[in-house]
């Protein structure tokens, strides 16, 4: 076994999604978000805990959806990105649920599934405010005529994507919800069985208003808020169910004085112990974490000393410091009654939790415990 693994509690990720549930009440479906490889915990393990547990899956692209069939995923699975006129094949030969946002969009997949004798399952994307991909409201009755009429297209869904839902009181959410209403509007009274959806984590967290017919949290369903926590209601147990660990890999002990990995940017101060783990920017530990970020080992707090290699770094653990190779090392997560959160990592780095998760890569094994 790889030395650094991710580890996903599976009774933490189920818990958060039945939490979720309960917020948005039986009559709203959930959709689970597992674009970027599911936010950094691994696609396939998180779509196969999740599947009994929720209503729709939701990706970025046309692989991310051919990897969930192939590894058998049948719940419906909507391609949230634009398309390329190349990709209709593949997203209609594995079921994939298309995003039309267009006019333009909507008849290259109306003559394809024409040209072929195939039904293709479509939602259009509706801009309500984000002014990214989505058609004007103003646009839209036309489009959603073109849907409707068509023989070989089937409108499952109408969405739209929140800008500022993060933000408990905000004005362009309460625009964009409005906004939003009057197409729902329009749409039930043409065919009422489309889903009608609008809330991601920041909607279901801030703005009931925004559930509509379906939600889509993804952040939130991974343990975090997107905003200001809630420290009460239904999604006080909602809980990080993501950790990072790996072992040390070698200890020596160094002079005082002495320069730490590349540049010299940490040097001892007395003649000390320093370990190496195994783990650097090659893996998304990302290196302006150099000289800041820290571990938990034998249940201590230590700051990563010196430069983050492209494989290792190292941790300079004082003259008496306890640690030998194979120890554990938490790098995010829990060790004992010491914890190291993401947000800590995401705040040195100047970013968002989204982020750091998003960038650990595929060379470190994603396990379910
Ligand atoms: C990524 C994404 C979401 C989920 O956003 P969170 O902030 O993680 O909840 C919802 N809807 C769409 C269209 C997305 O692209």
Not at 1 to 15: G, L, S
Not at 333 to 355: C, P
Request: charge should be neutral; charged fraction near 20%.
């Amino acid at each position: 076994m790889h030395p650094t693994v991710i580890e996903i509690n599976k009774r933490i990720f189920e818990n958060n999604l039945v939490q979720v549930r309960k917020q948005i009440g039986a009559g709203v479906r959930l959709l689970l978000p597992v674009k970027a490889n599911a936010y950094g915990h691994g696609l396939i393990p998180v779509a196969q805990l999740a599947e009994p547990f929720i209503d729709y899956f939701g990706v970025a692209c046309l692989d991310e959806g051919i990897c969930l069939r192939q590894n058998g995923i049948t719940k419906p699975i909507l391609v949230f990105g634009a398309i390329d006129e190349e990709q209709i094949r593949g997203l209609v030969e594995n079921n994939l649920e298309i995003t039309i946002s267009s006019m333009y969009k909507a008849r290259l997949v109306h003559e394809f599934c024409l040209k072929y004798d195939k039904k293709c399952k479509v939602q259009i994307k509706v801009d309500t405010g984000m002014n990214r991909v989505g058609i004007r409201p103003e646009s839209f009755n036309p489009l959603l005529d073109f849907v409707l009429a068509s023989s070989v297209l089937i409108l499952t869904g109408v969405y739209s994507h929140l800008a500022m839902s993060e933000v408990t009181d905000n004005s362009v959410t309460e625009s964009q919800i409005t906004s939003f209403s009057a197409i729902v509007e329009t749409v039930k009274v043409r065919k009422p069985s489309v889903i009608c959806h609008l809330a991601n984590s920041g909607g279901v967290c801030y703005h009931p208003s925004s559930y509509f017919d379906m939600v889509r949290p993804g952040l939130l369903s991974y343990g975090y808020f997107p905003g200001e926590k809630l420290t009460t209601g239904n999604l006080v147990e909602i809980k990080s169910c993501f950790s990072l660990k790996s072992r040390v890999s070698y200890f020596k002990v160094v002079n005082k004085g002495a320069g730490i990995s590349y540049n010299h940017r940490y040097h001892t101060s007395e003649m000390t112990r320093i370990v190496t783990i195994p783990i650097g920017y090659g893996d998304g530990y990302r290196r302006g974490l150099s000289n800041s970020g820290e571990v938990i080992i034998r249940n201590k707090r230590y700051q990563i000393s010196g430069t983050i290699c492209m494989d290792m770094f190292m941790v300079d653990i004082g003259s008496n410091g306890e640690s030998y190779v194979g120890d554990e090392v938490v790098l995010i997560g829990k060790q004992g009654d010491q914890e190291l959160k993401i947000e800590e990592l995401a705040s040195k780095l100047d970013t968002i939790i989204y982020e750091v998760l998003v960038g650990f890569n595929e060379r470190i094994p994603r396990v379910v415990v």
